[in-house]
């Protein structure tokens, strides 16, 4: 029966998206690539939630000629099932996203197919395996093309187009593409980051939150989780639910963070025109915001504080790490911590050096730090690592001139948010931040073909009528 509701819903949305597929005029100027070969008109990195739904406003767009790709095998894309440790989404459920406003595409029309209406009235909120579910879904109903287990490793400028060098499982080879759009995820210009006291550790003593953990050999262990944002806790949560022995969780600040500022933002003036507004403005918001982190729900809370072997340190920021006797012992401002393991939920660092992709132009690109002074009570050196994109959330150079290929190259990842807020990072940005996206890649597109637009627009000569009658001219009235 779920089987023969979900066929249904999937003919639904492909009747409702033929239904709102105007205009059915292609628009785009082939290109060829250096090699030969047809060039892409968009290739996007990444295949999670926001590279599909990119992927997909495009098509909607009449830009067809876009390939995705993915380092992860197929279903293992973005952290739902791999690093995500979280058991349910913590955005509310009727929040839409990559439906992009298609009634029949939200996951509400795709839980109540698989589960029933009763179920979706009955749901607090979406599991997390549920929502890759759906996203698959998406990919497979909206004919979003992904090749998977494809990562890319270089991005350069070649004959006017951005040569993209990846590797897969035919070796290493270059695509050819107008447009780039990197949907990588949270480490997308940079790397995971922990304490180089922590991180200087034998790799067997340690781990960030975004690393595989093997939290069955954690059982009967003390581990100690440095962190207090809702991902730290959901590593800590693992490590009790799977047994340890004591897990300690130290969190720097006097006071954890329970208030989630994002929920405040979730409004359509600010996710649609934060961007529109002057530096002033987007850094004084987004400062504050990402200053605060991400704060966590009851719920989280709650699934570590049912453990009596559970206990929050406040205050208690580490400031130092050593190896004794084969243990890890961290430094704290009230002594030092003796655990058998270290869990770092500490988050991103920028490092543009550090990925790849980057490295060829990383010099160049123009940064926070590098257009705005804010006042001193609101400077902020890791937010000022991030980078200054320009509207069409194309980077931008630092040196004008040196590497100008960049401006087609487009980043749509939580380091969009010190530009644009909410973006390639949020579910329920998605609404607004896609279209915009989307809007910014076909504007240089079209822009880029406007020549070839406007030779075409004369020799236009397609008639739309046939006169099937003499007619005559009147000469000036017989007298």
């Not at 002057?278 to 990402?290: C, K």
């Not at 730090?369 to 630092?398: G, I, K, T």
């Not at 040196?402 to 969009?416: D, E, G, K, Y």
């Not at 390639?424 to 910014?440: D, F, R, Y």
């Amino acid at each position: 029966m779920t089987d023969a509701r979900l066929a249904d819903l999937e003919a639904r949305v492909r009747g409702d998206l033929a239904r709102i597929a105007h205009p059915h005029a292609e628009w785009l100027k082939p290109r060829t690539a250096p090699d030969g070969s047809k060039a892409l008109d968009v290739l996007i990195i990444g295949a999670g939630q926001s590279g599909i739904a990119a992927a997909f406003c495009l098509k909607r767009n009449r830009v067809d000629n876009v390939l995705v790709i993915d380092k992860a095998p197929y279903g293992r894309e973005g952290p739902w099932v791999t690093y995500a440790r979280m058991k349910t989404l913590r955005s509310p459920k009727d929040f839409t996203g990559p439906d992009l406003d298609i009634p029949s595409l939200t996951y509400q029309s795709w839980h109540e197919a698989r589960y029933g209406q009763a179920h979706w009235q009955a749901l607090e909120l979406i599991s997390r395996h549920d929502w890759n579910d759906y996203l698959l879904f998406v990919r497979r109903v909206t004919g979003v093309e992904v090749l998977n287990d494809t990562a890319l490793v270089g991005l350069d400028d070649d004959g006017g187009l951005v040569r993209a060098t990846v590797e897969g499982p035919g070796g290493r080879r270059g695509l050819f593409a107008r447009k780039v759009v990197l949907a990588t995820g949270q480490e997308s210009t940079g790397r995971w980051w922990m304490p180089e006291f922590v991180s200087a550790l034998p790799a067997t003593l340690r781990a960030h939150a975004a690393d595989p953990i093997d939290f069955e050999a954690l059982k009967g262990k003390v581990v100690a989780v440095l962190g207090a944002g809702a991902s730290a806790f959901d590593n800590a949560a693992v490590a009790l639910e799977q047994g340890a022995g004591e897990v300690h969780l130290f969190c720097r600040r006097a006071e954890v963070q329970v208030v989630q500022p994002y929920r405040y933002i979730t409004f359509r003036g600010f996710l649609k025109h934060l961007g529109d507004l002057d530096d002033v403005w987007r850094w004084r918001f987004m400062a504050r915001v990402l200053s605060l982190r991400e704060g966590f729900p009851q719920a989280t809370y709650d699934r570590c504080g049912r453990h009596p072997n559970f206990v929050l340190h406040t205050d208690a920021a580490w400031t130092g790490a050593r190896v004794a006797a084969g243990r890890p012992v961290v430094t704290t401002p009230h002594g030092e911590f003796t655990a058998d393991f270290l869990i770092c939920g500490t988050g991103i660092a920028m490092d543009y050096e550090a990925r790849p992709e980057l490295s060829g132009f990383a010099g160049n690109i123009l940064t926070w730090a590098d257009r705005y002074d804010p006042p001193a009570e609101e400077r902020d050196d890791r937010l000022a690592a991030f980078p200054y994109l320009s509207a069409e959330y194309a980077f931008m150079e630092r040196s004008p001139g040196l590497t100008p290929w960049i401006a087609n190259v487009h980043l749509f990842t939580i380091a969009s948010t010190m530009s644009f807020g909410p973006s390639g990072s949020s579910i329920n940005a998605m609404t607004t931040a896609i279209p915009k996206l989307v809007e910014g890649v076909t504007r240089g597109l079209f822009a880029d073909d406007i020549e070839a637009h406007w030779q075409a627009f004369q020799a236009y000569d397609v008639a739309q009528a046939k006169v099937g009658v003499t007619v005559k001219g009147l000469g000036p009235a017989a007298e």
